[in-house]
């Protein structure tokens, strides 16, 4: 069973309804405002009421959320949900009363039934004169019939649930300050992985319960909050200063350790990301930066969070949220707290303590952080996604490699066949921060907040029948656009198109698979005819075939069949730099009529053999059979 990946699916389907509840913060602020003042009373009560009423059906938003979240937006499902949870609330009600309340966990349960079923029963074949109720159609019926079982076998145990879970509750409010520190260090540890939607979902929706003055009944630290429950807060109020304060300075220390020359980018990239953080309480492009190349700061990280926790419950300090603990979270809600003018000056504190020991860490242990080396990650190249998206495809292993792919705000999130298929040097190279591997192939590759703009993308890519050549780098070095080539004849596309390299060391290898159809009499040079047709052309350095002295070194022969990566030609690198006039060395397709688009990667520092630096798309050939759409 492949228990991590259903975990993660779950993870990001609760994530899913938590988007409706910011308009309810709005409209009860709103509805807060002396409206009586202006003798509007009754549209602040309107207001109130709207505010309310979403909290009212925050089960059955669950229900629908997670219904939608777990069959990628199917809308047969949703409606399954809903149809599911108003014939279990009714019976459940007719049973057992209206105390007996399962809310957002019942709200979860009917969501998940609603997806299985979905999924097991959604290609159901019947015999042709009822075949109308096959298919997806027949979802709401099989949903009909399994929510009475449910219903009936909840009646029998519901009693115990509720039971042993108000134990559980009380249990968990009980350890107090201690309770508020280890959710808040659980909370961080389980953000790479995507798991901690599901850990704050218990905590925000079914820890604690109130009752309103009409008799309304709130479960769970957020809800409570905003049904005026004075000891809500608990598990939400110690996370502004972590958001709005530490990660920024994070950023702001990162932008501060990055090299004089790269800063300019860096800034641009930091600075945005810390105000994603400090406004709207989104960490993971600041957290990703440092996580991978220093997992023991992220360790100190989320005790440092737990005890910010902990420290707001020992202030007495009462905040909440609708969506994340950011700025416009903290001015929108802050007239419902107690106590949450001393997040500021404590966040003041954090920040300080944030900025100066992530500096002194960076620079002490030589951290590369973006910024402090050629190809730093998490740069901006939101218009490149289009052309870059099919390489990502191609380091993900292709396209018979990929079972399911979806986004999160800073993640794809992959089910592959193979996860050995990866190419995690490639990936960085086109700008993921880094990879997560759960097990049973499921994946998370983060790419920040381009993340669903890459999906999209390569989900067009999947959805075509295309022809495409990968392309590997063929030296060690540094990729240039080829217009940037010191030779006009090159520069100019004359001979054809493609990239450059700057070489690092005197070896040349394969980029493509293929059969040496020339190699030129000094060897500085040779062309490749791939199996698609293409004629490729690599060239090392610029006015190198006059050259004093046996500089190249061929170990290819005419009519050898290479493979990527092979090596080519073996030359005095120091010689060659010596008299060329360039070290550029261009890998450029001489026939490019046959190629109907081209891919590259971010033209920065590549190894010899990395993978997916450049791909073309073939034009639809008798041979190929393609589509190319």
Same mark, same amino acid.
């Given at each position: ?7 993660? +699916? ?108 979905? !999924? ?76 901690? !939607? ?163 860490? #960076? ?62 040097? %490639? ?16 994946? +998370? ?54 990239? %450059? ?67 080519? #030609? ?34 920065? %520092?590549?190894?010899?053999? +990395? ?19």
């Amino acid at each position: 069973m492949n228990w991590m990946g259903n975990l993660q +699916q779950l993870g990001r389907s609760l994530m899913l309804p938590t988007i409706a509840l910011p308009i309810a913060a709005v409209l009860l602020r709103l509805g807060d405002l002396p409206w009586d003042v202006i003798h509007a009373s009754s549209l602040g009560d309107m207001l109130l009421l709207a505010g309310n009423t979403v909290f009212d059906y925050i089960p059955i938003i669950f229900a629908v959320g997670v219904a939608l979240g777990l069959t990628e937006s199917a809308g047969i499902a949703g409606l399954s949900a809903m149809l599911g949870y108003f014939m279990f609330t009714r019976l459940i009600e007719h049973e057992l009363g209206t105390q007996f309340q399962l809310g957002v966990p019942g709200g979860i349960l009917i969501g998940l039934l609603a997806a299985i079923i979905y !999924h097991r029963c959604k290609e159901i074949k019947l015999p042709e004169y009822i075949q109308f109720f096959g298919g997806p159609r027949i979802v709401p019926l099989i949903m009909g019939l399994s929510t009475l079982v449910v219903s009936y076998i909840m009646i029998t145990i519901g009693p115990y649930l509720e039971m042993g879970m108000g134990k559980l509750s009380n249990w968990l409010l009980g350890l107090g300050g201690l309770g508020a520190f280890v959710y808040g260090i659980a909370h961080r540890l389980l953000v790479p992985s995507g798991l901690h !939607h599901i850990l704050n979902n218990f905590f925000w929706f079914q820890v604690g319960a109130y009752q309103t003055p009409t008799g309304h009944m709130a479960y769970g630290d957020l809800p409570r909050y905003f049904a005026g429950d004075p000891t809500a807060g608990m598990y939400m109020a110690g996370l502004y200063p972590i958001m709005m304060f530490a990660l920024p300075a994070i950023a702001f220390a990162i932008i501060g350790e990055a090299r004089e020359d790269l800063k300019p980018k860096i800034k641009a990239t930091f600075l945005t990301a810390a105000l994603a953080s400090f406004l709207t309480g989104v960490t993971e492009p600041i957290e990703f930066a440092f996580l991978f190349v220093a997992p023991y700061l992220f360790v100190i990280h989320a005790i440092l969070s737990g005890a910010a926790m902990w420290l707001a419950y020992e202030l007495n300090i009462h905040h909440g949220f609708s969506y994340s603990a950011g700025a416009i979270d903290y001015v929108i809600n802050l007239h419902l707290s107690h106590n949450g003018l001393l997040l500021i000056p404590i966040g003041i504190v954090y920040g300080l303590l944030y900025y100066f020991m992530f500096r002194w860490a #960076i620079r002490r242990f030589q951290i590369p952080t973006p910024g402090r080396e050629e190809g730093s990650s998490l740069e901006e190249w939101a218009g490149d996604i289009p052309y870059r998206s099919p390489l990502i495809l191609q380091a993900l292993g292709g396209k018979d490699n990929i079972k399911k792919i979806e986004a999160c705000i800073t993640r794809l999130r992959l089910t592959l066949v193979n996860d050995r298929l990866m190419d995690i040097t %490639a990936l960085r190279h086109l700008g993921a921060a880094g990879v997560i591997r759960l097990g049973g192939g499921n994946v +998370q590759v983060v790419f920040g907040t381009f993340s669903e703009l890459i999906r999209e993308e390569i989900m067009k890519v999947l959805r075509k029948d295309i022809h495409v050549v990968l392309f590997t780098s063929p030296m060690q070095g540094r990729m240039i656009p080829i217009e940037e080539v010191p030779d006009r004849i090159f520069a100019s596309r004359l001979v054809g198109n493609g990239v %450059a390299f700057i070489p690092e060391k005197g070896e040349l290898v394969s980029p493509v698979a293929g059969t040496i159809m020339h190699i030129y009499p000094t060897m500085h040079a040779l062309g490749i005819l791939t199996e698609e047709g293409l004629e490729v052309l690599l060239h090392i350095g610029i006015d190198t075939s006059s050259l004093p002295g046996k500089c190249f070194n061929a170990v290819v022969k005419e009519g050898d069949h290479v493979e990527p990566g092979q090596l080519l #030609i073996k030359f005095n690198y120091n010689k060659v730099k010596k008299f060329a006039s360039s070290m550029a060395t261009p890998m450029i397709i001489t026939n490019p009529d046959l190629v109907k688009s081209w891919s590259f990667a971010p033209f920065k %520092a590549v190894k010899k053999g +990395q993978g997916s630096v450049m791909s073309v798309v073939l034009k639809p050939t008798k041979q190929t059979g393609g589509t190319n759409g």
